[in-house]
């Protein structure tokens, strides 16, 4: 079946230590979105990449960083420099066409 | 930025009433998107509307817009237990932005 997974689904992390997460699709679409979500709220967009070797920052960027070496993997690597990492992340993809997002089922950080 | 607004931010009701969600936005889009997020899970694509048409069903879904007040709404009909959720809005500006999350409606459907 065709989809996107995201792992781990659950992370613990130390103040200090870098993390990252990953997300794999095979749904051979261009584009992926990372999205952090906290309690009660809605996406908000850290960072896109629409082709391989290129990704933009979103509106949160500050503190993460990504690779786009292969179309099929898009991973996020929150660093120590993210003052408030703790939320749950989503990774999603679209192909070509209308702009309709396809999500995996996401990973929830939590800072010791 | 957050584009959206939905109302209300959560709805109760029985199992086999309807529900009905409201979202409002700030500039032009190109198309308004609804999805759903169960629980500590990723969310799902339901129902695409875009900005030259009023209207469009899916199933028991029934999604509105009305460009010239900036809103779109999405009704549940015949409420299933199974509906229980969180619902987003997302504006699609069009060109090379991306997609907007308002914050979303969380339903509760009580058996």
């Known amino acids: 079946d065709g989809g996107i997974t995201q792992s781990p689904k659950y992370l613990f992390r130390k103040e200090g230590q870098n993390v990252t997460l990953s997300c794999e699709q095979n749904?051979?679409?261009?584009?992926m979105y990372w999205y952090r979500q906290d309690p009660g709220q809605g996406l908000r967009l850290i960072y896109y990449?629409?082709?391989?070797?290129?990704?933009q920052k979103g509106d949160i960027a500050e503190g993460y960083s990504v690779s786009r070496e292969k179309k099929e993997s898009f991973p996020l690597t929150v660093t120590s420099a993210q003052k408030n990492p703790t939320a749950f992340y989503l990774c999603?993809?679209?192909?070509?066409?209308?702009?309709?997002?396809?999500f995996g089922a996401g990973s929830r950080l939590t800072v010791l | 930025s957050q584009q959206g607004e939905e109302d209300p931010q959560a709805l109760s009701i029985q199992e086999g009433e309807n529900a009905t969600m409201n979202c409002s936005y700030k500039?032009?889009?190109?198309?308004l998107q609804w999805y759903r997020q169960n629980s500590g899970r990723g969310l799902v694509h339901l129902i695409l509307?875009?900005?030259?048409?009023r209207e469009k069903h899916s199933g028991r879904l029934r999604v509105t817009l009305d460009t010239s007040k900036k809103s779109s709404s999405l009704l549940i009909t015949a409420s299933r237990a199974a509906d229980t959720a969180s619902y987003f809005c997302?504006?699609?500006?069009?060109?090379?932005?991306?997609?907007?999350f308002g914050q979303g409606t969380r339903l509760t459907i009580n058996p």
């Open positions: 997302a504006t699609d500006p069009g060109g090379a932005q991306k997609l907007v």
């Open positions: 500039t032009s889009i190109n198309n």
């Open positions: 749904l051979n679409h261009d584009a």
């Open positions: 999603a993809s679209t192909g070509s066409g209308a702009n309709v997002l396809t």
């Open positions: 990449s629409q082709i391989v070797n290129d990704f």
């Open positions: 509307i875009r900005s030259n048409e």
